[in-house]
């Protein structure tokens, strides 16, 4: 008859699991922890290549939006200044008919202020003329005398006889002494003789007229 000892061979059976287990445990800690060492050399740029491609995504779309309120601000921009031009060349085709009518304006005044001026000259044409008239009365001495007088603007032109030279003479320096004649020139003088015998002494003068 034979006899088991079934304690030990428990035992034995125990302790070859166990060892077993322990062999097999301690591999896949071992593993595990090489596992997770690469893990942690791989996960750390990996990390920062997902931090810089959020950042890049984020300020991509920052600069979209930024882009986008700029162009906005722009186009406002623009539609104010394309009204302000729209008014200002509205204005401007008023003015068009404004330079015709101030063209016009100017043309009249023109030709009112002609007028104006020839009138104030006519009629200082006719207070001068007696004044000249009277002071020529008052000059010509008692042996000359006028057949001819022609007053112009700014000249008077005198054509005469005399008994003598010295009479036309006497003339000319009454003139030159006047307050309305100036820069007297004797363009002719010579002597006839009359059919009565008598010798007379023929002058044309001219003078400038002295400006008030």
Known sequence: MIKINL???????????????R????????????????????????????CIAAILVFAWGFYGEYKQSVLISKEKELKKLNKAVSILQSELDKTKGYDAIKKSLEEDESM????IATVKKL???????PKLLLEISKAIPEDVWLTELNIQETTVALKGASLGFNQISDFMKNLNESV??????????????????????????????KLE
């Open 180 to 209: 309305y004649f100036k820069d007297l020139d004797l363009k002719s003088t010579q002597q006839t003789k009359l059919s009565t015998g008598h010798e007379i002494a023929t002058f044309e003068l001219a003078a400038q007229k």
């Open 7 to 21: 304690a030990l061979k428990k035992q034995f059976s125990a302790g070859t699991d166990t060892g077993v287990s």
């Open 123 to 129: 009629m200082v044409d006719r207070t001068n003329s």
């Open 112 to 115: 009112i202020r002609n007028k």
């Open 23 to 50: 062999f097999d445990v301690g591999n896949i800690q071992k593993t595990s922890l090489i596992f997770i060492e690469e893990v942690k050399e791989i996960r750390a740029p990996l990390i920062r290549i997902i």
